[in-house]
């Protein structure tokens, strides 16, 4: 293979940059032109491609963000659009391609290959922990050393004025971040998308802590069940402490990547050319039990990553 291209897609996560370094050190070490493509698909449409050289990858390792721009363009989805985008590829003998992104950018790759031939490969690049076939996502270890600095500082205050704080995080649909945050950064209460609660006995938890003593509760809600002002809203009459909302917002997709995101993006990076040198193509690359495994990349959206039930219980019990 001598020509290929990366692209991020998607909502940006810490790490990313790393994976892009990797990917183009590992493949100009085997003598192949690398390009970068800016704004994901949309710069694949436009025409944004240049060729990557060492001077651009110096510096990147620990800069959080994408420095290649990411972009959601829905018109891919049109597959006229993925045709005139994919001349750009062409013009270009680009043979292989590396998306880094979530669920939906790898969509997009696979039917760049199914349609037009070209060789890709996957790297799950996302903050939310939402895809099979990987136990971490690039920037995901970031997101929840954020979150539980988040939690030590709200712990502070809402100690000293013994209150409750409801903190809301990211995560999309998915639980992952307030989960582990939560197991993580001793919250009180956690509620996720992936298992029903109840209000009420949320509001007896938190009233049955302050009977024991306890002078703050921090209890962590995933985006995906909903607006944490509205959870407060229904908590209201039924717990006695006073409350506080904090939403951490996009604040927790900022900054250098941890230690675990650029091992992993580093080890997925490498891996992803060597998959395109065996002429391998529609993979996605994962973790799993700390070795890099592989799936067909619609395994992305045709598996559902489950919550771990024994860690969403021992969260749980653990808080009360
Ligand atoms: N079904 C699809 N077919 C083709 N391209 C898709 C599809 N779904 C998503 N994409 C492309 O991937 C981009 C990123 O997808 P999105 O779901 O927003 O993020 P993520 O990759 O993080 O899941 C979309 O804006 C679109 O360009
Ligand atoms: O940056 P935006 O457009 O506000 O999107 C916010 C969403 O993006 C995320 O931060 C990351 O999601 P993706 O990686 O799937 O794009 C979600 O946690 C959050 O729901
Ligand atoms: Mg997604």
Request: proline letters at 2%; a negative charge.
């Amino acid at each position: 293979m001598k020509n290929i291209a990366i692209l991020t897609s998607g909502g940006d996560a810490p790490g990313m940059n790393t994976a892009i370094r990797a990917v183009a050190k590992y493949a100009m070490s085997k003598g192949i032109t690398v390009y970068g493509i800016k704004r994901g698909y949309a710069g694949m449409l436009n025409d944004e491609i240049f060729e990557l050289t060492p001077k651009d990858l110096g510096g990147i390792i620990d800069r959080g963000g994408t420095f290649l721009l990411t972009a959601r363009l829905p018109e891919f989805k049109n597959p006229e659009v993925r045709a005139e985008a994919v001349k750009n590829l062409k013009k270009r003998e680009i043979e292989g391609l590396v998306v880094i992104g979530g669920d939906g950018s790898f969509h997009g790759a696979d039917l760049l290959y199914k349609e037009h031939g070209i060789k890709v490969i996957g790297i799950p690049g996302t903050i939310d922990n939402d895809i099979a076939g990987t136990d971490y996502t690039i920037g995901f270890d970031t997101t929840l050393n954020i979150i539980l600095d988040a939690i030590s500082k709200i712990r502070d205050t809402a100690t000293s004025h013994e209150r409750t704080y409801l903190i809301e995080v990211m995560g999309r649909n998915a639980g992952d971040l307030a989960l582990y945050s939560c197991l993580a950064g001793g919250g009180d209460g956690l509620l996720i998308p992936e298992k029903e609660f109840s209000i009420d006995d949320l509001a007896m938890q938190i009233n049955k802590r302050r009977e024991q003593g306890k002078l703050h509760d921090v209890i962590l809600v995933a985006e995906g069940v909903g607006s944490a002002f509205e959870i407060a809203e229904k908590l209201k009459g039924k717990v006695k402490s006073e409350m506080r909302v904090t939403v951490l917002g996009h604040i927790q997709r900022g900054g250098t990547p941890s230690g675990l995101d650029r091992i992993i993006a580093t080890k997925m990076g490498a891996h992803s050319v060597e998959l395109l040198e065996e002429g391998k193509s529609g993979l996605m690359i994962g973790i799993e039990s700390n070795k890099l495994v592989t799936y067909p990349i619609s395994h992305a959206w045709e598996s559902k990553k489950e919550i771990d039930i024994k860690d969403y219980e021992l969260a749980l019990t653990l808080g009360h």
